[in-house]
């Protein structure tokens, strides 16, 4: 897995005020929960409410992918689930397949016990919470793993620009390039289209640019589909919305719900418009924020044409 470094917690990148719990012994603070360390997060068991640590991994512009954990030997943890947050406050439940994860971490406390999740997630925050424990408390290391998400390295060419959607639904199209990444529709953050033959997304870059690539953030809430299959296209025309203008990478490329990446255009792509499409027929698709980068050659006269492939 290309984005499966560690993020922090071994290495103290992540901060000791970057990390909290529900409650912990004097002896064992929240900060002392790091991978390989000599100390672990303890607290007891009590699961009227359910014993959490949690961690603070940035603004929002990290992509998690999977998470590792060690126990002490007389108090293991033997089952966990995970929470994460854009903002702190609001949580959501990991899930896979539908249904909540439950994780387990029951081995002896000199063995890691490492998990990858099927879904990639992008949270500012991220919650361990424990579900059941061998003792009357616990005792627990851990890291978690990912990567940072893939930023536009020039200024963001589609920021404010005129956008327009497919469908008779009230165009929210200009919602994705508003400069906000979060990925939850109910925060009035995300475009939504019609049902429409093809649905598509297009942005007028007003002169012909060369795009070197398109960053993408899916929108992330439980009510949407829990794989998108995106196109995008670069050209000179807005016809039928664009979706006949040449690719910037291949035909489509799958985005899970919540994920958002850089799909760099190899090689570049010259055109004005630029347009994210789902190849599904009669239906309809939701995006967050749509961010294009070009090449410092800047404007161009003439339009060529393109393909790619992604990170």
């Not at 854009?86 to 081995?107: C, N, P, Q, S, T």
């Not at 398109?214 to 664009?242: A, K, M, P, W």
Request: charge should be negative; glycine fraction near 10%.
């Amino acid at each position: 897995m290309a984005c499966y470094e560690p993020l922090g917690m071994e290495a103290h990148t992540i901060g000791d005020t970057s990390i909290t719990a529900s409650d912990w012994k004097p002896e064992g603070n929240p900060y002392k929960a790091r991978l390989n360390s000599g100390s672990a997060w303890q607290v007891y068991t009590d699961y009227s409410r359910t014993p959490f640590i949690q961690v603070k991994l940035g603004s929002n512009d990290v992509t998690l992918t999977g998470v590792a954990t060690q126990t002490e030997d007389s108090y293991r943890v033997k089952s966990y689930t995970l929470s994460y947050s854009l903002d702190g406050v609001d949580w959501v439940e990991y899930r896979e397949d539908g249904k909540v994860k439950i994780f387990a971490g029951d081995k002896l406390s000199s063995l890691t016990v490492q998990h990858e999740l099927e879904k990639e997630i992008t949270p500012a925050y991220v919650r361990l919470n424990v579900k059941a424990a061998k003792g009357g408390y616990v005792g627990l290391r851990m890291e978690f793993y990912g990567c940072k998400r893939f930023v536009v390295s020039n200024d963001n060419e589609a920021l404010g620009r005129p956008t327009s959607q497919s469908g008779n639904l009230t165009d929210t199209s200009a919602l994705a390039v508003d400069g906000n990444r979060a990925s939850n529709y109910t925060l009035g953050s995300c475009f939504l289209t019609g049902v429409t033959e093809i649905p598509w997304w297009l942005v007028d870059l007003r002169a012909t640019k060369v795009v070197t690539g398109v960053f993408i953030v899916n929108r992330g809430d439980e009510n949407y589909r829990n794989v998108t299959e995106l196109s995008i296209r670069v050209g000179s025309t807005e016809r039928q919305g664009g979706i006949g203008n040449p690719t910037c990478g291949g035909l489509s490329y799958s985005f899970s719900r919540g994920v958002a990446r850089m799909v760099q255009c190899v090689p570049e792509v010259e055109g004005r418009f630029v347009t994210i499409f789902v190849p599904e027929v009669n239906s309809s698709f939701s995006l967050c924020e749509v961010e294009v980068e070009i090449s410092d050659t800047g404007t161009i006269i003439s339009v060529g044409l393109v393909d790619y492939l992604v990170a």
